[in-house]
């Protein structure tokens, strides 16, 4: 197979498994590649091609398969996972258990990847904050959260209506 063929077999596969699942041992077996050889194959390394392939992310947060995925992107998924149970149970609700429970991964691996549970919360801020979710900013407000208070004015004018209105 060539780039493009190579390519176009990673998209399918993420289409129907999710990027979280794409490694490359299984995209060079389904491509008919050996494994070492995809540096040369695509002309970057495994890592680059998949930021490339990020676009073609569902964003599901479909369950995990247990084989060794790319480090940055479990930890991007643990993240995503923990992200929409703050939105809906509460973010000083959210427990290693619930998370690892709903992302299909260990408690170690929660650990790994972010050592504590407030190192957990403040990620889950720093994304409501990037990503402009005033139900978690709300919360964050409400408990003196340095990282809620560096949202945009507007967005804490947001969050606090949303406050107002429970």
């Keep these: 197979m060539d780039k493009e063929q190579v390519k176009e077999k990673a998209i399918e596969m993420i289409k129907s498994d ?3 699942n794409l490694s490359r041992s ?16 695509m002309g970057c390394t495994f890592s680059d091609f998949v930021e490339e392939l990020k676009e073609f992310d569902n964003g599901s947060t479909s369950e995990v398969n247990k084989t060794r995925t790319d480090p940055d992107l479990r930890k991007d998924q643990i993240l995503k996972v923990a992200v929409e149970m703050a939105k809906k149970d509460g973010y000083h609700k959210i427990t290693r258990d619930g998370v690892c429970k709903k992302a299909g991964v260990s408690a170690g691996l929660i650990s790994r990847y972010f050592n504590t549970m407030i190192q957990l919360r403040r990620s889950i801020m720093r994304v409501a904050v990037h990503q402009e979710i005033p139900e978690i900013i709300a919360q ?12 945009s004015p507007e967005l804490k004018r947001q969050a606090l209506d949303l406050m107002a209105n429970y």
């Design 26 to 41: 299984g995209l060079c077996e389904a491509a008919g590649i050996p494994n070492g050889s995809f540096p040369h194959v």
């Design 140 to 151: 964050g407000i409400g408990n003196n959260d340095v990282h809620a208070k560096k949202a």
């Design 18 to 20: 999710g990027l979280i």
